[in-house]
């Protein structure tokens, strides 16, 4: 059984900078053909995927958030990361990682696994 966990600050301040950690047991960030990505819901709105990381390493990015998002990994940690750069009160959302077999996820069942989630406020 694959679980994903997300931590990092609840509270950011304004242009400052998100960063995300998503820790995977029970599976290996580098098991071939699988996807690991970010995923955020603004309260109100809907899901928007941000990013991913693949079994390779390669990364890929929504294009509305591409400037401002950086996706790396820690393959002996078993961790991928997110920043999010220059952050703005409109970042703020609850922020998910999963995993799947396609790099972008824009509905909940494109996903196999998803984390728990982790509220983040953007605030002064």
């Known amino acids: 059984q694959v679980q994903l966990q997300e931590s990092g600050p609840g509270l950011v301040k304004p242009s400052q900078t998100l960063s995300l950690t998503c820790t995977i047991s029970?599976?290996?960030?580098?098991?071939?053909?699988?996807?690991w990505s970010w995923i955020r819901q603004a309260p109100g709105k809907g899901l928007e995927w941000m990013g991913a990381?693949?079994?390779?390493?390669?990364?890929y990015y929504s294009p509305s958030l591409k400037s401002r998002t950086s996706i790396s990994r820690d393959t002996s940690k078993n961790q991928f990361t997110l920043q999010l750069n220059s952050v703005t009160p409109e970042d703020t959302a609850v922020y998910y990682c999963?995993?799947?077999?396609?790099?972008?996820?824009?509905?909940?069942?494109?996903?196999?696994?998803w984390g728990q989630g982790t509220q983040v406020t953007v605030s002064s």
């Open positions: 990381i693949g079994y390779s390493g390669h990364t």
């Open positions: 029970g599976g290996s960030i580098t098991t071939n053909y699988y996807y």
């Open positions: 999963a995993r799947a077999r396609i790099p972008v996820l824009t509905t909940r069942g494109s996903g196999d696994y």
